[in-house]
């Protein structure tokens, strides 16, 4: 019996107490320049996870490819699958919390048998996490029904699936499309892409959360306003862009990367959505990496889930963290109202503000009326700028040594960000996680060798 009750306790608490310790320690990690009142690593994620050498082989080409060449001799085998993605998502629970989000990625996720896929996804929940599968979106949708359904029952086994398709016209071999020569070209098949999750709802009831990732040369860079405005409403929730960088296979290094600026990434970003993006109301790691603005839109126009200018809504934030912290929305509604009676008493400011964020939020959206008539998408925009292989090596060196700065300001400033680093990938093997820029640049070459001994294509 108390057992019970003590269990119960844990299950209404806002945030699970391991994710209130990875939390703190996260926070304790980070470096003074991040550590800001509107930064939310520490306070309400430990950041985003990725696996890697689960499956290093693509069978499409990108320019640039973040993969070392050696990825593409390592036969894609779902045991070996299974085994890594169980081994580090167990660390990642155990090191991180739960209800963290992770990415199933690190070649093409779609190479994997059905049945595998379902089964890394399966694990991937079991050890807490939230899983998105990165792919190219260049499958059938037989293929995803059979990851989704049951083969035993033709049941659903997921009532959830969360996938990026990566798009762009730096990317060859797509099938029905030899060359691409302008983004636009690849509009139906990104269509076509949301068309096959919206198809597995009707049939079978399996809701998805789809984002939209593109990679910025200086060959397409002018077209990303057009291609968000043409495919805002195809059913993605989120555009994530990440600017070039020169990491991964050096043969398909094809442009000047570092041409443009990330600001000239985030204003074609902001053209194509039509509305200011404020991506400085919440930061999630350091600003050179990642910018994000949360937002939904009313008919065409683009409404900030929260106003960067706004010292009212910053206070609301204050007091949402202070009272929420990490905590998981996505339970079921009896557990959820608990665990929000539980947030509001710790932090009793929180009402108030609520509801003053509630009317200002309403009145920016234009009114209930303008709501009813035009029912609000919420979308997400996001740039991600990984760092050059080259940039990455001398800092994570550095910090592989215990230096925690540096004499030289650019290894500095790496190493600030690698510190500061919102995207990570586990290695039990050595009981720690590292920046994805650093598994990039630094592990992941060395990693493949070994695995094409071990798995030879
Ligand atoms: S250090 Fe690299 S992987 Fe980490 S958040 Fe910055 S760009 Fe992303």
Redesign the pocket.
């Known amino acids: 019996m108390l057992d019970r009750l003590r269990a119960l306790e844990v299950l209404t608490r806002p945030e699970h107490p391991d994710l209130t310790a990875a939390l703190a320690r996260r926070w304790e990690e980070l470096p003074a320049h991040v550590r800001t009142r509107n930064q939310m690593l520490g306070k309400r994620t430990a950041g985003c996870e990725g696996t890697h050498g689960v499956f290093p082989r693509c069978n499409l080409a990108c320019t640039p490819c973040y993969h070392a060449k050696e990825a593409q001799r390592v036969r894609t085998d779902g045991q070996h699958t299974l085994r890594e993605v169980d081994a580090q998502m167990a660390f990642l629970r155990q090191a991180r919390g739960p209800g963290q989000n992770a990415q199933l990625i690190g070649g093409e996720v779609s190479l994997l048998e059905p049945d595998d896929l379902a089964a890394a996804l399966l694990a991937m929940q079991a050890h807490g996490r939230k899983p998105m599968s990165l792919s190219h979106g260049d499958f059938t949708y037989e293929y995803l029904e059979r990851v989704a359904l049951d083969p035993r029952t033709g049941r659903p086994r997921f009532e959830h699936l969360s996938f990026a398709g990566h798009f762009d016209s730096t990317m060859l071999g797509r099938t029905g499309i030899r060359k691409v020569e302008r983004e636009a070209q690849l509009n139906p098949f990104r269509k076509a892409f949301c068309d096959m999750f919206r198809r597995l709802e009707e049939e079978h009831g399996v809701t998805s959360y789809l984002a939209h990732n593109m990679t910025i040369t200086p060959r397409n860079i002018d077209q990303i306003p057009e291609v968000l405005q043409e495919i805002r409403d195809y059913g993605f929730r989120m555009f994530s862009h990440q600017p070039a960088a020169f990491v991964g296979n050096q043969a398909r290094w094809k442009e000047r990367y570092r041409s443009f600026s990330t600001d000239a990434v985030w204003a074609r970003i902001q053209e194509g959505a039509g509305g200011r993006l404020h991506d400085d109301a919440l930061h999630i790691?350091?600003k050179?990496?990642?910018r994000t603005a949360y937002g939904f839109y009313v008919g065409d126009r683009y409404v900030p889930l929260l106003d960067e200018d706004s010292e009212a809504d910053r206070r609301w934030l204050d007091s949402f963290v202070a009272a929420f912290g990490g905590m998981d929305f996505a339970a079921p509604p009896a557990v959820t109202a608990a665990r929000t009676v539980r947030a509001l008493a710790r932090e009793p400011r929180a009402l108030p503000r609520l509801a003053g964020y509630a009317a200002r939020l309403l009145a920016r959206a234009g009114g209930p009326v303008a709501l009813v008539r035009t029912p609000p998408r919420a979308i997400t925009y996001v740039m991600?700028?990984?760092?050059d292989a080259k940039a990455v090596r001398p800092a994570w060196a550095a910090m592989d040594r215990g230096e925690t700065t540096h004499a030289d300001p650019d290894v500095r400033a790496t190493m600030e960000?690698?510190q500061?680093?919102?995207?990570a990938m586990a290695h039990p093997e050595d009981g720690r996680t590292v920046?994805?820029?650093a598994q990039h640049s630094v592990l992941d070459p060395l990693e493949n060798l070994e695995l094409m001994a071990l798995l030879p294509a």
Not at 384 to 387: G, P, T, V
Not at 420 to 423: I, K, L, M
């Open positions: 790691g350091d050179r990496c990642n991600h700028a990984f760092m960000r690698l500061a680093c919102s995207y920046p994805a820029c």
